[in-house]
Nanobody, 114 residues
């Protein structure tokens, strides 16, 4: 069964940085593209960034130049390095395979506030 465990969130001031981690299990990690999503209160879950099995990346225009996605296949982990954080980045962050499975992790809360 597929499982995702996200971690690394927290409270950070505007302009600060955080690195999120997501460990995936239940499938062969290295063959999957991986995506990070986020969901703010009252809003839909949106794609933030993605990384292919070979390391090619995509990211939403709203985070370009500030967020970097990477992966470690040996650790079955995908990372999201976030810098120059803004209050509008506040959300619960999730990861999933691409295309996303029905199963989602608990997410990790990121709050950007002074």
């Amino acid at each position: 069964q597929v499982q995702f465990v996200e971690s690394g969130g927290g409270l950070v001031q505007p302009g600060g940085s955080l690195t999120l981690s997501c460990v995936a299990s239940g499938s062969i990690f290295s063959i999957h593209a991986m995506d990070w999503y986020r969901q703010a209160p009252g809003k839909q879950r949106d794609l933030v960034a993605g990384i292919s099995p070979s390391g090619g990346t995509i990211c939403a225009d709203s985070v370009k130049g500030r967020f970097t996605i990477s992966r470690d296949n040996a650790k079955r982990t995908v990372y999201l390095q976030m810098s120059s954080l803004k209050p509008e980045d506040t959300a619960v962050y999730y990861c999933n395979f691409r295309p996303p499975r029905d199963t989602w992790g608990q997410g990790t809360q990121v709050t950007v506030s002074s």
